[in-house]
Protein backbone atom coordinates (compact mmCIF):
# COMPACT_ATOMS: atom_id res chain seq x y z
CA UNK A 1 0.00 0.00 0.00
CA UNK A 2 1.45 3.34 -0.73
CA UNK A 3 1.54 6.25 1.53
CA UNK A 4 -1.52 8.53 -0.04
CA UNK A 5 -3.56 5.14 0.60
CA UNK A 6 -2.33 4.63 3.98
CA UNK A 7 -3.03 8.43 4.54
CA UNK A 8 -6.84 8.34 2.88
CA UNK A 9 -7.45 4.92 5.49
CA UNK A 10 -6.40 7.20 8.29
CA UNK A 11 -8.61 9.84 7.63
CA UNK A 12 -11.99 8.18 6.42
CA UNK A 13 -14.22 7.63 9.36
CA UNK A 14 -12.74 10.46 11.83
CA UNK A 15 -13.34 13.43 9.14
CA UNK A 16 -15.67 11.84 7.16
CA UNK A 17 -19.47 13.01 7.66
CA UNK A 18 -22.66 10.56 8.53
CA UNK A 19 -23.96 9.28 5.97
CA UNK A 20 -27.36 9.82 4.96
CA UNK A 21 -28.13 6.38 2.94
CA UNK A 22 -28.36 5.53 -0.03
CA UNK A 23 -30.85 4.03 -2.87
CA UNK A 24 -31.21 0.39 -2.67
CA UNK A 25 -28.82 -1.87 -4.63
CA UNK A 26 -25.92 0.98 -5.16
CA UNK A 27 -23.53 1.28 -3.12
CA UNK A 28 -22.17 5.02 -1.26
CA UNK A 29 -19.61 6.66 -3.52
CA UNK A 30 -16.69 8.18 -1.87
CA UNK A 31 -13.14 6.73 -1.01
CA UNK A 32 -12.29 8.96 1.81
CA UNK A 33 -11.56 12.36 2.96
CA UNK A 34 -8.62 14.74 3.61
CA UNK A 35 -7.22 17.05 6.14
CA UNK A 36 -8.51 20.15 4.58
CA UNK A 37 -9.19 21.96 8.24
CA UNK A 38 -12.16 21.99 10.05
CA UNK A 39 -14.96 23.71 7.57
CA UNK A 40 -14.05 22.23 4.58
CA UNK A 41 -14.27 18.78 3.51
CA UNK A 42 -13.05 16.93 0.09
CA UNK A 43 -13.97 13.10 -1.38
CA UNK A 44 -12.74 11.51 -4.28
CA UNK A 45 -15.59 8.73 -5.66
CA UNK A 46 -15.04 5.65 -7.48
CA UNK A 47 -16.51 3.34 -9.82
CA UNK A 48 -18.12 1.11 -7.70
CA UNK A 49 -21.59 1.44 -7.11
CA UNK A 50 -23.79 3.75 -9.13
CA UNK A 51 -26.59 2.78 -12.06
CA UNK A 52 -24.45 3.13 -14.91
CA UNK A 53 -23.89 -0.34 -17.32
CA UNK A 54 -21.47 -1.21 -20.20
CA UNK A 55 -17.86 0.27 -20.24
CA UNK A 56 -19.42 3.53 -18.17
CA UNK A 57 -20.25 0.69 -15.37
CA UNK A 58 -20.83 1.70 -12.16
CA UNK A 59 -20.69 5.49 -10.69
CA UNK A 60 -19.96 7.49 -13.76
CA UNK A 61 -21.18 11.10 -13.44
CA UNK A 62 -19.90 12.44 -16.55
CA UNK A 63 -22.90 13.81 -18.97
CA UNK A 64 -20.16 13.89 -21.91
CA UNK A 65 -18.68 10.57 -22.84
CA UNK A 66 -22.38 9.04 -24.11
CA UNK A 67 -23.13 6.97 -21.04
CA UNK A 68 -27.19 7.19 -20.71
CA UNK A 69 -28.32 10.72 -19.23
CA UNK A 70 -31.01 9.44 -17.15
CA UNK A 71 -28.37 7.18 -15.28
CA UNK A 72 -26.06 10.05 -14.55
CA UNK A 73 -28.45 11.79 -13.21
CA UNK A 74 -29.15 9.35 -10.60
CA UNK A 75 -25.36 8.72 -10.14
CA UNK A 76 -25.47 12.11 -9.38
CA UNK A 77 -27.92 12.30 -7.46
CA UNK A 78 -26.34 9.05 -5.19
CA UNK A 79 -23.17 11.90 -4.96
CA UNK A 80 -25.54 14.75 -4.06
CA UNK A 81 -27.05 12.32 -0.77
CA UNK A 82 -23.33 11.42 0.42
CA UNK A 83 -21.96 15.20 0.15
CA UNK A 84 -25.09 16.13 2.61
CA UNK A 85 -25.72 17.78 4.96
CA UNK A 86 -25.29 20.68 3.55
CA UNK A 87 -24.50 21.15 -0.09
CA UNK A 88 -28.17 21.26 -2.19
CA UNK A 89 -26.26 21.62 -5.41
CA UNK A 90 -23.07 19.74 -7.04
CA UNK A 91 -21.32 22.21 -9.73
CA UNK A 92 -19.84 20.39 -13.01
CA UNK A 93 -17.62 22.59 -15.22
CA UNK A 94 -17.83 21.74 -19.15
CA UNK A 95 -13.82 20.82 -18.37
CA UNK A 96 -11.79 21.88 -21.69
CA UNK A 97 -8.57 21.13 -20.91
CA UNK A 98 -7.29 24.74 -20.26
CA UNK A 99 -6.77 27.17 -17.43
CA UNK A 100 -9.84 29.87 -16.92
CA UNK A 101 -11.07 29.94 -13.32
CA UNK A 102 -14.51 30.80 -12.35
CA UNK A 103 -16.38 31.86 -9.50
CA UNK A 104 -19.75 29.44 -8.48
CA UNK A 105 -22.00 31.59 -6.65
CA UNK A 106 -24.01 29.81 -3.96
CA UNK A 107 -27.46 29.98 -5.93
CA UNK A 108 -26.58 28.36 -8.86
CA UNK A 109 -24.54 29.42 -12.17
CA UNK A 110 -26.13 32.52 -13.54
CA UNK A 111 -28.89 32.74 -16.06
CA UNK A 112 -27.61 32.02 -18.97
CA UNK A 113 -24.30 30.69 -17.93
CA UNK A 114 -25.31 26.70 -17.84
CA UNK A 115 -27.81 24.34 -17.49
CA UNK A 116 -27.62 23.45 -14.42
CA UNK A 117 -29.56 22.56 -11.58
CA UNK A 118 -29.49 20.22 -8.22
CA UNK A 119 -27.03 17.19 -9.65
CA UNK A 120 -25.64 19.65 -12.43
CA UNK A 121 -25.98 19.07 -15.52
CA UNK A 122 -23.13 20.99 -17.54
CA UNK A 123 -21.19 24.46 -16.47
CA UNK A 124 -19.13 27.61 -18.19
CA UNK A 125 -16.45 26.10 -20.56
CA UNK A 126 -13.60 26.18 -17.46
CA UNK A 127 -11.33 24.04 -15.84
CA UNK A 128 -11.50 25.31 -12.41
CA UNK A 129 -13.44 27.20 -9.84
CA UNK A 130 -14.13 28.23 -6.47
CA UNK A 131 -17.02 29.33 -4.38
CA UNK A 132 -17.06 30.91 -0.76
CA UNK A 133 -20.79 29.33 -0.28
CA UNK A 134 -21.74 26.49 1.70
CA UNK A 135 -24.83 25.77 -0.69
CA UNK A 136 -22.83 24.31 -3.69
CA UNK A 137 -20.13 21.41 -3.77
CA UNK A 138 -17.67 21.68 -6.69
CA UNK A 139 -17.28 18.60 -8.96
CA UNK A 140 -14.17 18.08 -10.80
CA UNK A 141 -14.85 15.10 -13.58
CA UNK A 142 -11.81 12.47 -13.98
CA UNK A 143 -10.80 9.19 -15.78
CA UNK A 144 -6.20 9.64 -15.51
CA UNK A 145 -5.85 13.30 -15.19
CA UNK A 146 -5.69 15.18 -11.45
CA UNK A 147 -8.49 16.74 -9.78
CA UNK A 148 -7.06 18.89 -7.23
CA UNK A 149 -8.97 20.15 -4.48
CA UNK A 150 -8.17 23.77 -2.50
CA UNK A 151 -9.42 25.05 0.66
CA UNK A 152 -8.43 28.44 2.98
CA UNK A 153 -11.14 27.37 5.81
CA UNK A 154 -10.05 30.73 7.58
CA UNK A 155 -11.21 32.52 3.99
CA UNK A 156 -13.95 30.54 3.74
CA UNK A 157 -12.83 29.56 0.36
CA UNK A 158 -12.54 26.17 -1.34
CA UNK A 159 -11.63 25.76 -5.01
CA UNK A 160 -11.20 22.38 -7.41
CA UNK A 161 -9.22 22.34 -10.79
CA UNK A 162 -9.05 19.49 -13.44
CA UNK A 163 -5.54 19.04 -14.34
CA UNK A 164 -3.98 16.78 -16.82
CA UNK A 165 -1.50 17.41 -19.01
CA UNK A 166 -2.93 20.39 -20.73
CA UNK A 167 -4.06 22.20 -17.44
CA UNK A 168 -0.58 20.92 -15.47
CA UNK A 169 1.38 23.31 -18.64
CA UNK A 170 -1.00 25.84 -18.87
CA UNK A 171 -0.88 26.24 -15.39
CA UNK A 172 -4.35 25.86 -14.16
CA UNK A 173 -3.68 25.32 -10.87
CA UNK A 174 -1.64 28.34 -10.11
CA UNK A 175 -4.80 30.42 -11.79
CA UNK A 176 -6.88 28.96 -9.24
CA UNK A 177 -4.73 30.15 -6.46
CA UNK A 178 -4.19 33.31 -7.98
CA UNK A 179 -7.97 33.62 -8.14
CA UNK A 180 -8.48 32.43 -4.49
CA UNK A 181 -6.11 34.93 -3.13
CA UNK A 182 -7.20 37.40 -4.90
CA UNK A 183 -10.34 36.69 -3.06
CA UNK A 184 -9.03 36.41 0.46
CA UNK A 185 -7.16 33.20 0.61
CA UNK A 186 -3.42 33.19 1.88
CA UNK A 187 -1.38 30.29 -0.12
CA UNK A 188 0.31 29.71 3.51
CA UNK A 189 -3.00 28.67 4.80
CA UNK A 190 -4.46 26.72 1.98
CA UNK A 191 -4.31 23.10 2.02
CA UNK A 192 -4.46 21.16 -1.02
CA UNK A 193 -5.41 17.73 -2.17
CA UNK A 194 -4.41 15.92 -5.48
CA UNK A 195 -6.25 13.47 -6.26
CA UNK A 196 -6.42 9.86 -7.97
CA UNK A 197 -4.20 10.25 -11.10
CA UNK A 198 -2.49 8.47 -13.89
CA UNK A 199 1.09 8.05 -12.28
CA UNK A 200 4.52 8.69 -14.26
CA UNK A 201 5.33 5.27 -14.73
CA UNK A 202 2.53 4.80 -16.77
CA UNK A 203 1.61 8.36 -18.14
CA UNK A 204 4.10 7.76 -21.36
CA UNK A 205 4.07 11.06 -24.18
CA UNK A 206 6.27 11.75 -27.37
CA UNK A 207 9.70 12.67 -26.32
CA UNK A 208 8.92 16.18 -27.83
CA UNK A 209 5.18 16.55 -26.06
CA UNK A 210 7.04 15.54 -22.75
CA UNK A 211 9.67 17.98 -23.54
CA UNK A 212 7.11 20.72 -23.88
CA UNK A 213 5.36 20.04 -20.24
CA UNK A 214 8.49 19.70 -18.97
CA UNK A 215 9.56 23.02 -20.20
CA UNK A 216 5.81 24.51 -19.10
CA UNK A 217 5.55 22.94 -15.82
CA UNK A 218 9.15 22.09 -14.37
CA UNK A 219 9.39 18.84 -11.83
CA UNK A 220 7.01 16.66 -14.25
CA UNK A 221 9.70 15.37 -16.42
CA UNK A 222 10.11 11.52 -15.90
CA UNK A 223 11.21 8.13 -17.18
CA UNK A 224 7.63 5.79 -17.40
CA UNK A 225 7.63 2.33 -16.60
CA UNK A 226 8.83 1.02 -20.40
CA UNK A 227 12.07 3.74 -20.09
CA UNK A 228 10.11 6.24 -22.42
CA UNK A 229 9.90 9.87 -21.71
CA UNK A 230 6.99 10.62 -19.47
CA UNK A 231 5.12 13.09 -17.29
CA UNK A 232 4.20 12.96 -13.89
CA UNK A 233 1.54 15.24 -13.05
CA UNK A 234 1.45 14.61 -9.08
CA UNK A 235 5.29 15.95 -9.01
CA UNK A 236 4.73 18.84 -11.53
CA UNK A 237 1.80 20.01 -9.73
CA UNK A 238 3.55 20.03 -6.49
CA UNK A 239 6.31 22.15 -7.95
CA UNK A 240 3.91 24.15 -8.84
CA UNK A 241 1.76 24.36 -5.22
CA UNK A 242 5.59 24.48 -3.58
CA UNK A 243 6.33 27.55 -5.78
CA UNK A 244 3.12 29.56 -5.01
CA UNK A 245 3.90 28.92 -1.14
CA UNK A 246 0.77 25.66 -0.88
CA UNK A 247 3.29 23.82 1.23
CA UNK A 248 0.68 21.45 3.04
CA UNK A 249 -0.12 19.00 0.04
CA UNK A 250 -2.06 15.32 0.49
CA UNK A 251 -1.75 13.31 -1.74
CA UNK A 252 -4.42 10.15 -2.84
CA UNK A 253 -1.96 8.50 -4.55
CA UNK A 254 -3.53 6.07 -6.02
CA UNK A 255 -2.77 5.60 -10.14
CA UNK A 256 -5.98 5.11 -12.35
CA UNK A 257 -4.72 3.20 -14.84
CA UNK A 258 -3.28 0.83 -11.92
CA UNK A 259 -7.12 1.08 -9.99
CA UNK A 260 -9.86 -1.30 -11.26
CA UNK A 261 -11.76 0.99 -8.72
CA UNK A 262 -11.06 4.26 -10.85
CA UNK A 263 -11.92 5.09 -14.40
CA UNK A 264 -9.34 5.23 -16.47
CA UNK A 265 -9.54 6.86 -20.31
CA UNK A 266 -5.69 5.13 -21.24
CA UNK A 267 -6.34 1.78 -19.82
CA UNK A 268 -9.84 1.57 -21.22
CA UNK A 269 -10.37 4.03 -24.16
CA UNK A 270 -14.78 4.31 -23.95
CA UNK A 271 -15.47 4.39 -20.41
CA UNK A 272 -16.60 6.92 -17.40
CA UNK A 273 -15.43 9.57 -15.05
CA UNK A 274 -15.20 9.61 -11.11
CA UNK A 275 -15.00 13.10 -8.93
CA UNK A 276 -13.08 14.75 -6.98
CA UNK A 277 -15.55 16.95 -4.84
CA UNK A 278 -14.94 19.60 -2.48
CA UNK A 279 -17.30 21.78 -0.59
CA UNK A 280 -17.55 24.33 2.82
CA UNK A 281 -19.55 23.38 6.10
CA UNK A 282 -21.14 25.16 7.85
ZN1 LIG B 1 0.48 3.91 -12.97
Known amino acids: MREGQRAATGAAGRRWPASRGTRAGASPPGTGAFALGSGARGLFTGRPGGCSAGPFAGLNLSAAVGDDPAAVRRNRDLVLDQVAPGPAWLAWLRQVHGARVVYVPGGGWPPGSARAGPGGDGGPPADA ?61 IRAVIG ?85 TA
Open 129 to 189: MFTDSPEVALGILVADCAPVLLADPAARLVGAAHAGRAGLALGVVPELVAAMTAAGAQPGR
Open 196 to 280: PAICGGCYELPAALAARVSAAAPGSACVTRRGTPGVDLRAGLRAQLRRLGVRRVSDDARCTAESAELFSYRRDGTTGRFAGLIWL
